[in-house]
Protein backbone atom coordinates (compact mmCIF):
# COMPACT_ATOMS: atom_id res chain seq x y z
CA UNK A 1 0.00 0.00 0.00
CA UNK A 2 1.45 3.17 -0.86
CA UNK A 3 1.63 5.62 2.65
CA UNK A 4 2.56 9.13 2.93
CA UNK A 5 4.04 10.41 5.70
CA UNK A 6 4.17 14.36 6.45
CA UNK A 7 6.01 16.05 8.60
CA UNK A 8 8.63 18.56 8.85
CA UNK A 9 10.53 17.14 11.49
CA UNK A 10 13.03 15.13 9.82
CA UNK A 11 14.16 12.36 13.12
CA UNK A 12 10.05 11.69 13.13
CA UNK A 13 9.75 11.31 9.19
CA UNK A 14 12.84 9.33 8.79
CA UNK A 15 11.52 6.86 11.99
CA UNK A 16 8.10 6.45 10.13
CA UNK A 17 9.68 5.58 6.67
CA UNK A 18 12.11 3.08 7.67
CA UNK A 19 8.96 1.24 10.20
CA UNK A 20 6.94 1.03 6.70
CA UNK A 21 9.13 0.02 4.65
CA UNK A 22 10.49 -2.87 7.05
CA UNK A 23 6.77 -3.79 6.77
CA UNK A 24 6.55 -3.98 2.65
CA UNK A 25 4.80 -0.09 1.93
CA UNK A 26 5.40 1.74 -0.65
CA UNK A 27 6.47 4.74 1.00
CA UNK A 28 6.71 8.61 0.15
CA UNK A 29 7.54 11.77 2.39
CA UNK A 30 6.29 15.57 2.21
CA UNK A 31 8.19 18.28 4.83
CA UNK A 32 5.16 20.76 4.48
CA UNK A 33 1.23 20.84 3.60
CA UNK A 34 1.78 21.97 0.17
CA UNK A 35 4.13 19.14 -1.30
CA UNK A 36 2.21 16.60 0.86
CA UNK A 37 -0.80 18.50 -1.47
CA UNK A 38 0.48 18.36 -4.04
CA UNK A 39 1.38 14.17 -3.96
CA UNK A 40 -2.45 13.83 -3.71
CA UNK A 41 -3.21 15.44 -6.65
CA UNK A 42 -0.91 12.98 -8.53
CA UNK A 43 -2.58 10.23 -10.81
CA UNK A 44 -1.52 8.02 -8.38
CA UNK A 45 -2.10 9.13 -5.30
CA UNK A 46 -0.72 7.82 -1.94
CA UNK A 47 -3.95 5.80 -0.30
CA UNK A 48 -3.21 6.50 3.75
CA UNK A 49 -1.24 9.32 4.61
CA UNK A 50 0.63 9.92 8.04
CA UNK A 51 0.20 13.87 8.59
CA UNK A 52 1.54 15.74 11.25
CA UNK A 53 -0.48 18.27 12.92
CA UNK A 54 1.51 21.39 12.44
CA UNK A 55 3.68 21.49 9.04
CA UNK A 56 4.40 24.49 6.89
CA UNK A 57 1.99 26.18 4.61
CA UNK A 58 -0.78 24.16 5.01
CA UNK A 59 -1.74 22.73 8.79
CA UNK A 60 -2.56 19.13 9.10
CA UNK A 61 -6.26 19.32 9.83
CA UNK A 62 -6.72 21.90 7.24
CA UNK A 63 -5.08 19.30 4.89
CA UNK A 64 -7.61 16.97 6.43
CA UNK A 65 -10.39 18.78 5.10
CA UNK A 66 -9.46 20.00 2.04
CA UNK A 67 -8.70 16.15 0.90
CA UNK A 68 -12.08 15.43 2.77
CA UNK A 69 -13.98 17.76 0.62
CA UNK A 70 -12.47 16.40 -2.76
CA UNK A 71 -14.23 14.46 -5.28
CA UNK A 72 -11.64 12.08 -5.78
CA UNK A 73 -12.40 8.54 -5.14
CA UNK A 74 -11.21 6.91 -3.23
CA UNK A 75 -11.14 9.09 -0.37
CA UNK A 76 -7.45 8.39 1.06
CA UNK A 77 -7.15 7.38 4.92
CA UNK A 78 -5.37 10.09 7.15
CA UNK A 79 -3.84 9.66 10.34
CA UNK A 80 -3.02 12.85 12.33
CA UNK A 81 -0.12 12.83 14.38
CA UNK A 82 0.39 15.32 17.12
CA UNK A 83 1.89 15.43 20.78
CA UNK A 84 -1.77 17.27 21.73
CA UNK A 85 -4.13 15.07 24.15
CA UNK A 86 -6.78 17.64 25.15
CA UNK A 87 -9.93 16.12 24.06
CA UNK A 88 -11.19 19.50 22.21
CA UNK A 89 -8.36 18.73 20.06
CA UNK A 90 -8.81 15.13 18.99
CA UNK A 91 -12.98 16.69 18.20
CA UNK A 92 -11.07 19.06 16.58
CA UNK A 93 -9.06 16.99 14.36
CA UNK A 94 -11.72 13.85 13.93
CA UNK A 95 -14.22 17.19 12.78
CA UNK A 96 -12.02 18.44 10.40
CA UNK A 97 -11.58 14.78 8.50
CA UNK A 98 -9.28 12.82 10.19
CA UNK A 99 -10.07 9.32 10.43
CA UNK A 100 -7.55 8.27 13.41
CA UNK A 101 -5.29 10.10 16.22
CA UNK A 102 -1.72 9.04 16.85
CA UNK A 103 0.22 11.03 20.24
CA UNK A 104 3.44 11.71 19.85
CA UNK A 105 5.43 9.89 21.19
CA UNK A 106 3.99 6.74 19.61
CA UNK A 107 4.83 3.25 19.62
CA UNK A 108 5.87 0.96 16.85
CA UNK A 109 3.24 -1.44 17.71
CA UNK A 110 0.19 0.96 17.79
CA UNK A 111 1.33 2.09 14.55
CA UNK A 112 1.15 -0.70 12.68
CA UNK A 113 -2.70 -1.59 14.28
CA UNK A 114 -3.70 1.38 13.15
CA UNK A 115 -2.01 1.13 9.97
CA UNK A 116 -3.80 -2.51 9.30
CA UNK A 117 -7.11 -1.18 10.69
CA UNK A 118 -6.62 1.69 7.73
CA UNK A 119 -6.03 -1.36 5.78
CA UNK A 120 -8.84 -3.14 6.32
CA UNK A 121 -11.14 0.31 6.06
CA UNK A 122 -9.64 1.00 2.48
CA UNK A 123 -10.51 -2.42 0.97
CA UNK A 124 -14.04 -2.35 2.47
CA UNK A 125 -14.80 0.92 0.25
CA UNK A 126 -12.79 -0.22 -2.23
CA UNK A 127 -15.30 -3.17 -2.10
CA UNK A 128 -18.12 -1.25 -2.30
CA UNK A 129 -16.66 0.74 -4.90
CA UNK A 130 -16.18 -1.86 -7.08
CA UNK A 131 -20.07 -3.22 -5.85
CA UNK A 132 -21.27 0.60 -7.06
CA UNK A 133 -19.91 0.03 -10.73
CA UNK A 134 -21.41 -2.64 -11.22
CA UNK A 135 -24.72 -1.80 -9.97
CA UNK A 136 -24.41 1.15 -11.91
CA UNK A 137 -23.33 -0.83 -15.34
CA UNK A 138 -26.23 -3.37 -14.35
CA UNK A 139 -28.69 -0.53 -13.77
CA UNK A 140 -27.47 1.01 -17.42
CA UNK A 141 -28.11 -1.86 -19.12
CA UNK A 142 -31.42 -2.49 -17.52
CA UNK A 143 -31.96 0.89 -18.39
CA UNK A 144 -30.85 0.33 -22.01
CA UNK A 145 -33.24 -2.64 -22.03
CA UNK A 146 -36.04 -1.08 -20.76
CA UNK A 147 -35.81 1.85 -23.37
CA UNK A 148 -35.74 -0.87 -25.90
CA UNK A 149 -38.48 -2.48 -24.90
CA UNK A 150 -40.43 0.88 -24.85
CA UNK A 151 -39.40 1.94 -28.04
CA UNK A 152 -40.81 -1.93 -29.39
CA UNK A 153 -43.71 -1.39 -27.63
CA UNK A 154 -44.44 1.85 -29.40
CA UNK A 155 -43.82 0.57 -32.85
CA UNK A 156 -45.82 -2.24 -32.19
CA UNK A 157 -48.27 -0.84 -31.23
CA UNK A 158 -48.45 2.31 -33.53
CA UNK A 159 -48.09 -0.73 -36.66
CA UNK A 160 -50.85 -2.81 -35.35
CA UNK A 161 -53.29 0.32 -34.90
CA UNK A 162 -52.09 1.30 -38.34
CA UNK A 163 -52.39 -2.05 -40.08
CA UNK A 164 -55.64 -2.61 -38.23
CA UNK A 165 -57.29 0.83 -39.16
CA UNK A 166 -56.57 0.33 -43.17
CA UNK A 167 -58.39 -2.50 -43.85
CA UNK A 168 -61.85 -1.26 -41.47
CA UNK A 169 -62.24 2.14 -43.49
CA UNK A 170 -63.01 0.55 -46.76
CA UNK A 171 -65.07 -1.97 -44.51
CA UNK A 172 -66.85 0.29 -42.81
CA UNK A 173 -67.80 1.95 -45.29
CA UNK A 174 -69.03 -1.08 -47.59
CA UNK A 175 -70.84 -2.37 -44.53
CA UNK A 176 -72.78 1.22 -44.48
CA UNK A 177 -73.52 0.37 -47.97
CA UNK A 178 -74.87 -2.83 -47.29
CA UNK A 179 -77.18 -1.84 -44.63
CA UNK A 180 -78.52 1.24 -46.58
CA UNK A 181 -79.72 -1.23 -49.20
CA UNK A 182 -80.52 -3.99 -47.38
CA UNK A 183 -84.41 -4.60 -47.53
CA UNK A 184 -84.45 -7.58 -45.11
CA UNK A 185 -84.84 -6.27 -41.60
CA UNK A 186 -82.81 -9.40 -39.92
CA UNK A 187 -80.21 -8.83 -42.26
CA UNK A 188 -80.27 -5.17 -41.49
CA UNK A 189 -79.91 -6.11 -37.91
CA UNK A 190 -76.76 -8.88 -38.87
CA UNK A 191 -75.21 -5.64 -40.49
CA UNK A 192 -75.56 -3.39 -37.58
CA UNK A 193 -73.81 -5.79 -35.45
CA UNK A 194 -71.34 -5.96 -37.75
CA UNK A 195 -70.93 -2.39 -38.36
CA UNK A 196 -70.95 -1.80 -34.81
CA UNK A 197 -67.86 -3.69 -34.04
CA UNK A 198 -65.93 -2.71 -37.15
CA UNK A 199 -66.44 0.72 -35.48
CA UNK A 200 -65.55 -0.30 -32.02
CA UNK A 201 -62.06 -1.49 -33.41
CA UNK A 202 -61.68 1.41 -35.46
CA UNK A 203 -61.81 3.60 -32.32
CA UNK A 204 -59.60 1.19 -30.36
CA UNK A 205 -56.88 1.11 -32.84
CA UNK A 206 -57.27 5.45 -33.20
CA UNK A 207 -57.42 5.89 -29.37
CA UNK A 208 -54.16 3.31 -29.11
CA UNK A 209 -52.08 5.53 -31.84
CA UNK A 210 -53.47 9.00 -29.75
CA UNK A 211 -52.09 7.14 -26.32
CA UNK A 212 -48.36 6.38 -28.92
CA UNK A 213 -48.26 10.11 -29.96
CA UNK A 214 -48.98 11.50 -26.60
CA UNK A 215 -46.29 9.44 -25.37
CA UNK A 216 -44.01 10.01 -27.76
CA UNK A 217 -44.56 13.76 -27.77
CA UNK A 218 -42.67 16.86 -26.38
CA UNK A 219 -44.33 18.80 -23.74
CA UNK A 220 -45.34 21.52 -26.26
CA UNK A 221 -46.30 25.06 -24.38
CA UNK A 222 -47.71 28.09 -25.45
CA UNK A 223 -46.13 31.52 -26.19
CA UNK A 224 -48.76 32.96 -24.31
CA UNK A 225 -51.49 32.11 -21.23
CA UNK A 226 -54.43 30.46 -22.37
CA UNK A 227 -57.50 30.80 -20.31
CA UNK A 228 -58.13 27.61 -18.91
CA UNK A 229 -62.11 28.03 -18.60
CA UNK A 230 -62.10 29.29 -22.51
CA UNK A 231 -60.63 26.04 -23.08
CA UNK A 232 -63.29 24.10 -21.11
CA UNK A 233 -65.80 25.63 -22.72
CA UNK A 234 -65.20 24.13 -26.24
CA UNK A 235 -64.46 20.60 -24.90
CA UNK A 236 -67.95 20.61 -23.27
CA UNK A 237 -69.53 21.98 -26.34
CA UNK A 238 -67.83 18.90 -28.44
CA UNK A 239 -69.25 16.47 -25.93
CA UNK A 240 -72.57 18.36 -26.19
CA UNK A 241 -72.28 17.35 -29.82
CA UNK A 242 -71.35 14.31 -29.72
CA UNK A 243 -72.27 12.57 -26.87
CA UNK A 244 -76.06 11.96 -25.61
CA UNK A 245 -76.55 13.67 -22.30
CA UNK A 246 -80.12 13.58 -22.01
CA UNK A 247 -80.55 15.47 -18.69
CA UNK A 248 -77.04 15.82 -17.41
CA UNK A 249 -75.65 19.17 -16.21
CA UNK A 250 -72.15 20.30 -16.83
CA UNK A 251 -70.82 23.05 -14.80
CA UNK A 252 -68.19 25.25 -16.45
CA UNK A 253 -66.76 27.14 -12.50
CA UNK A 254 -63.36 27.71 -13.76
CA UNK A 255 -62.54 31.24 -12.88
CA UNK A 256 -62.00 33.24 -15.94
CA UNK A 257 -58.77 35.14 -14.88
CA UNK A 258 -57.11 31.47 -14.36
CA UNK A 259 -54.51 30.97 -17.45
CA UNK A 260 -52.30 27.85 -17.67
CA UNK A 261 -49.14 27.21 -19.40
CA UNK A 262 -49.54 23.98 -21.69
CA UNK A 263 -50.48 24.00 -24.94
CA UNK A 264 -54.26 24.50 -26.17
CA UNK A 265 -54.49 21.41 -27.91
CA UNK A 266 -52.82 18.57 -25.36
CA UNK A 267 -54.97 20.53 -22.89
CA UNK A 268 -58.34 19.98 -24.17
CA UNK A 269 -57.37 16.61 -25.38
CA UNK A 270 -56.59 15.55 -21.62
CA UNK A 271 -60.22 17.92 -20.21
CA UNK A 272 -62.30 16.40 -23.20
CA UNK A 273 -61.10 12.64 -22.01
CA UNK A 274 -61.66 13.62 -18.59
CA UNK A 275 -65.02 14.67 -19.30
CA UNK A 276 -66.32 12.04 -21.15
CA UNK A 277 -65.25 9.45 -18.84
CA UNK A 278 -67.62 11.69 -16.71
CA UNK A 279 -70.65 11.49 -18.93
CA UNK A 280 -69.92 7.47 -18.81
CA UNK A 281 -69.76 7.39 -15.25
CA UNK A 282 -73.26 9.35 -14.87
CA UNK A 283 -76.71 8.57 -14.95
CA UNK A 284 -79.41 10.35 -17.69
CA UNK A 285 -79.99 12.65 -14.74
CA UNK A 286 -76.17 12.87 -13.38
CA UNK A 287 -74.30 16.81 -12.99
CA UNK A 288 -70.55 16.89 -13.79
CA UNK A 289 -69.14 20.01 -12.29
CA UNK A 290 -65.47 21.46 -13.11
CA UNK A 291 -63.51 23.93 -10.76
CA UNK A 292 -60.37 25.06 -10.31
CA UNK A 293 -58.51 27.05 -7.88
CA UNK A 294 -54.87 28.96 -8.08
CA UNK A 295 -51.96 28.49 -5.52
CA UNK A 296 -48.19 28.91 -6.09
CA UNK A 297 -47.78 28.94 -9.58
CA UNK A 298 -50.09 25.96 -9.88
CA UNK A 299 -53.60 25.50 -10.97
CA UNK A 300 -55.48 22.84 -9.03
CA UNK A 301 -58.71 21.42 -11.63
CA UNK A 302 -61.45 19.06 -10.35
CA UNK A 303 -63.54 16.88 -12.25
CA UNK A 304 -66.53 15.81 -10.11
CA UNK A 305 -69.20 13.44 -10.87
CA UNK A 306 -72.15 11.74 -8.71
CA UNK A 307 -72.07 8.69 -10.90
CA UNK A 308 -70.83 5.33 -10.15
CA UNK A 309 -68.13 6.01 -7.85
CA UNK A 310 -65.13 3.95 -7.79
CA UNK A 311 -63.78 1.04 -4.72
CA UNK A 312 -60.59 1.98 -2.94
CA UNK A 313 -58.76 -0.18 -5.12
CA UNK A 314 -59.83 0.79 -8.18
CA UNK A 315 -58.22 4.46 -7.80
CA UNK A 316 -54.52 3.60 -9.30
CA UNK A 317 -55.86 1.33 -11.72
CA UNK A 318 -58.29 3.81 -13.19
CA UNK A 319 -55.54 5.35 -15.08
CA UNK A 320 -54.03 2.24 -16.70
CA UNK A 321 -54.66 1.93 -20.41
CA UNK A 322 -57.52 -0.47 -21.18
CA UNK A 323 -58.82 -0.48 -18.01
CA UNK A 324 -62.50 -0.40 -17.03
CA UNK A 325 -64.38 -0.82 -13.96
CA UNK A 326 -66.95 -4.10 -13.67
CA UNK A 327 -70.05 -1.68 -15.01
CA UNK A 328 -68.33 -0.57 -18.16
CA UNK A 329 -66.83 -4.27 -19.27
CA UNK A 330 -70.18 -4.28 -21.58
CA UNK A 331 -69.66 -0.82 -23.41
CA UNK A 332 -67.59 -1.49 -26.13
CA UNK A 333 -67.56 2.35 -27.28
CA UNK A 334 -65.03 3.27 -24.25
CA UNK A 335 -61.81 1.12 -24.95
CA UNK A 336 -60.68 2.42 -21.81
CA UNK A 337 -57.53 5.04 -23.04
CA UNK A 338 -58.84 8.24 -22.32
CA UNK A 339 -57.74 8.40 -18.63
CA UNK A 340 -53.86 6.96 -19.51
CA UNK A 341 -54.12 9.45 -22.29
CA UNK A 342 -54.96 12.16 -19.81
CA UNK A 343 -52.81 11.36 -17.07
CA UNK A 344 -49.52 11.30 -19.67
CA UNK A 345 -50.33 15.03 -20.63
CA UNK A 346 -50.63 15.87 -17.17
CA UNK A 347 -47.36 14.75 -16.04
CA UNK A 348 -45.63 15.58 -18.92
CA UNK A 349 -46.33 19.45 -17.86
CA UNK A 350 -45.05 18.60 -14.30
CA UNK A 351 -48.38 17.97 -12.83
CA UNK A 352 -50.05 15.00 -11.10
CA UNK A 353 -53.31 13.52 -11.10
CA UNK A 354 -55.31 11.21 -8.91
CA UNK A 355 -58.72 9.98 -8.51
CA UNK A 356 -61.04 10.49 -5.64
CA UNK A 357 -64.10 8.32 -4.50
CA UNK A 358 -66.20 7.52 -1.34
CA UNK A 359 -66.96 4.21 -2.80
CA UNK A 360 -69.77 2.86 -5.06
CA UNK A 361 -72.81 4.73 -6.08
CA UNK A 362 -71.02 8.28 -4.57
CA UNK A 363 -69.74 9.52 -7.42
CA UNK A 364 -65.93 10.24 -8.73
CA UNK A 365 -63.23 13.36 -8.34
CA UNK A 366 -60.99 13.93 -10.44
CA UNK A 367 -57.89 16.19 -9.00
CA UNK A 368 -54.69 17.32 -11.25
CA UNK A 369 -52.63 20.02 -11.35
CA UNK A 370 -51.19 21.98 -14.31
CA UNK A 371 -48.58 24.80 -14.38
CA UNK A 372 -49.76 28.77 -14.39
CA UNK A 373 -49.69 31.59 -16.70
CA UNK A 374 -50.68 34.32 -14.06
CA UNK A 375 -51.09 36.95 -16.65
CA UNK A 376 -52.75 36.91 -20.05
CA UNK A 377 -50.09 37.29 -22.93
CA UNK A 378 -46.94 36.69 -20.34
CA UNK A 379 -43.92 35.12 -22.24
CA UNK A 380 -43.23 31.55 -21.13
CA UNK A 381 -39.66 29.95 -20.07
CA UNK A 382 -39.77 26.56 -22.01
CA UNK A 383 -36.62 25.87 -20.34
CA UNK A 384 -38.08 25.41 -17.11
CA UNK A 385 -40.13 22.59 -18.45
CA UNK A 386 -37.44 21.06 -20.82
CA UNK A 387 -39.15 21.50 -23.99
Known amino acids: ?100 FMIKPFHAAELRARINAGSRILALQQSILAANEQLEERVLQRTREAERLMKFRESLLQHLSHDLKTPLTPLLSMLSLLRETEPDAERRQMLDLALGGARTIHELAGGVLDLCHVEAALPALSPTGEKLRTMLTAVLAQCAAEHELAGRSLRNEIPDDLCVRPDPIQMRRALGCLVENAIHATSETGQ ?84 LSNIKGETIDEKSFGC
Open 1 to 100: MKILVADDDAATSLMLREMLRKWNHDVCAATDGHEAWALFCTPEPPQLAIIDWQMPGIEGPELCRRLKRGTRLPVPYLILLTARKDHEDIARGLDAGADD
Open 288 to 371: ITIRATADAGWATVTVADDGVGLEEHQLQDIFEPFYKTDESRHDLSAPGLGLAIARVIIERYGGWVRAESAGRGRGTTFRFTLP
